[in-house]
């Protein structure tokens, strides 16, 4: 597949930046259920950690959308 810019309200932007969004809310749904789960308590360093699932996220969307 090939990346095209995207058409939001006239303006054209990045497809990357659309998929950065998408990892960012999906991101803060699995914070959220870490944290009620009592799953951020067991790591190191939370923000970090909440950071490298930020990076997973947005990985696993980018080579889906390329397939």
Request: charged share 10%; glycine share 6%.
């Amino acid at each position: 597949m090939k990346f095209v810019e995207v058409n939001l309200l006239g303006v054209y932007v990045a497809p990357i930046s659309v998929m950065m969004l998408a990892a960012w809310c999906v991101t803060m749904v699995l914070r959220r259920a870490g944290g009620r789960f009592g799953l951020l308590a067991y790591v190191w360093h939370p923000a970090l950690f909440v950071f490298t699932v930020y990076i997973i996220v947005l990985s696993t969307i980018v080579l889906a959308v390329s397939r």
